[in-house]
């Protein structure tokens, strides 16, 4: 990038007749001020040192600016107004930061500097991903755009209704991988990917975290970044590889494996304790307020209540209840996706036990497969009520769970889910890792094409005369629990 230009350190509040070459490292979506009206957006600038400082735009000058300071690009910069942070951001934006305004000088330098920029990168490999599930971590990542699921609306705890679009990333080992874009990321970057899913596109994502939503994916945070086909090495690299292996990867794409309800084989690879210490006794979350916790927990599972409803039938696209048939394309009313299709998914209110007390839980999907060995289709056939011959009710041994603690309505006490389930007899199966395998965690469940419809609500037409007072009965305690879901 040259030497004849001051770099980023060189330049303080009162430093005049300056001038900076940089490279436009991240570019971030512009938002609201939480204490003002104001509309900003932040930049990170980099020089050819591989130092940093964060730019700022303000209002209109969002707009003027729109089509300069390009991500990737590198141009020339002076009269920009510097000055000190204020203390509670300097953690994250550094000592100094700058306000580009209508009086900054910016001038663009054909140079190709991609090289130092993806030095500064370093990527999480999706198999080490599991290592940082719920700890809001920041990590960097790339992979191939293989798939991207419709757009849906979900509503937070306060209300607020948010749009996100799940992305399907594919690595050079061919595992797969969900990454949530939320809010502005629909509006700018998943729409540009829709126009152009067709050319297989590189994507470089940074400051993103590892959730335990479906299994383990990747989310968008409020500083998230990302470079699509960027001009890198790196990128070509990738495409090359996406090239020689065009039929596997078409093959991924035509049969959609990863859009079933199983989550990714990523999942497999948790990193579950093993000392007993690292396991929360139920005595120490019993009354919980606090929500959005995460605890592993070595202990059985039973149910206690035979006569619930053991599935309900849901959006395959948000898993939201629905009162449509199975196998029903409707447009849902939660995630508004306008060719939404109905089909079955398990759940069961279950008891939860160590030797220090117990909690009543949920798990929903496939933990709760695993837990009733059965599957979603067969609970929805089950007429009658369960039996230790028809489904599991408990277990014989202690296994491991993974549980979060979410908050629940008329109640200051936590309500808590179970997101997977392991077995600890295949801890010591896998030494050479030092990670468990999650037992529930197999081949993708294949829900079969229905012959004859069924809802939610309906007993098949056929079902026999002896069965429909069990249907009926069992359809309306559904109902009942249907705000539960």
């Known amino acids: 990038m040259g030497d004849k230009f001051q770099l980023i350190h060189d330049v303080s509040p009162g430093t005049t007749g300056w001038t900076v070459k940089v490279v436009v490292a991240e ?22 040192e591989g130092s940093t400082v964060q730019a700022t735009l303000y209002g209109q000058n969002i707009t003027a600016f729109q089509d300069e300071l390009l991500l990737g690009k590198t141009y020339l910069i002076s009269n920009a107004l510097v000055k000190e942070t204020n203390a509670e951001y300097k953690a994250k934006s550094g ?13 663009r330098v054909e140079e190709n500097n991609s090289n130092l920029l993806i030095s500064t990168y370093s990527f999480t490999d999706f198999e080490d991903l599991p290592k940082y599930m719920d700890s809001n971590v920041d990590i960097s990542v790339i992979g191939m755009i293989i798939d991207i699921k419709p757009r849906r609306i979900i509503q937070t705890r306060f209300g607020k209704e948010c749009q996100v679009q799940d992305l399907v990333l594919v690595n050079k080992r061919f595992d797969t991988v969900l990454l949530t874009m939320w809010e502005t990321f629909v509006d700018n970057e998943c729409k540009y990917i829709c126009q152009n899913l067709r050319k297989k596109l590189i994507l470089i994502g940074k400051h993103l975290k590892v959730t335990s939503f479906n299994g383990l994916s990747i989310s968008t945070k409020a500083d998230s970044s990302f470079f699509i086909d960027g001009e890198f090495e790196l990128v070509e690299e990738f495409k090359s590889w996406g090239h020689t292996n ?3 990867i078409d093959n991924m794409i035509s049969e959609k494996h990863y ?49 619930q409803t053991y599935w309900y039938m849901s959006c395959n696209n948000c898993n939201k209840i629905s009162s449509e048939n199975y196998g029903d394309i409707y447009p849902c009313v ?50 009658l009520i369960p039996t230790a011959a028809s489904m599991r009710l408990s277990m014989d041994e202690d296994e491991i769970f993974y549980v979060k603690a979410m908050t629940q309505e ?17 801890i010591a ?5 030092g990670k468990a395998p999650v037992e529930h965690i197999g081949e993708p469940i294949k829900f079969l094409e229905p012959t004859t419809k069924r809802s939610l609500f309906h007993s098949d037409t056929d079902d026999a005369q002896s069965s429909k007072k069990n249907v009926t009965s069992q359809r309306l305690r559904s109902r009942k629990k249907i705000n539960e879901v």
């Open 27 to 48: 570019k971030f979506s512009p938002k609201i001020a939480q204490r003002s009206p104001t509309k900003y957006q932040n930049l990170t600038l980099m020089d050819s």
């Open 95 to 107: 000592e100094i930061q700058w306000t580009i305004s209508g009086r900054t000088r910016i001038r």
């Open 246 to 248: 065009s039929e596997i």
């Open 259 to 307: 859009l079933t309800s199983t989550p990714s084989k990523l999942s497999s690879k948790l990193s579950v304790p093993t000392a007993e210490k690292d396991f929360t006794e139920i005595k120490n979350i019993q009354g919980l307020k606090t929500a959005k916790q995460f605890f592993w927990i070595k202990g059985k599972a039973s149910v206690k209540v035979l006569n």
């Open 334 to 383: 939660f995630c508004k996706c306008t060719d939404a299709k109905a089909i079955p998914r398990a759940k069961v209110y279950m008891q939860l036990t160590d030797p220090t007390g117990y909690i009543n839980a949920t798990a929903i999907g496939n933990p709760a497969e695993y837990f009733l060995q059965s599957n979603a289709e067969i609970l929805m056939n089950q007429t």
């Open 410 to 426: 008329l109640s200051t006490d936590c309500k808590f889910e179970i997101l997977f389930i392991v077995n600890p007899s295949q």
């Open 429 to 433: 199966g896998d030494k050479n890792t």
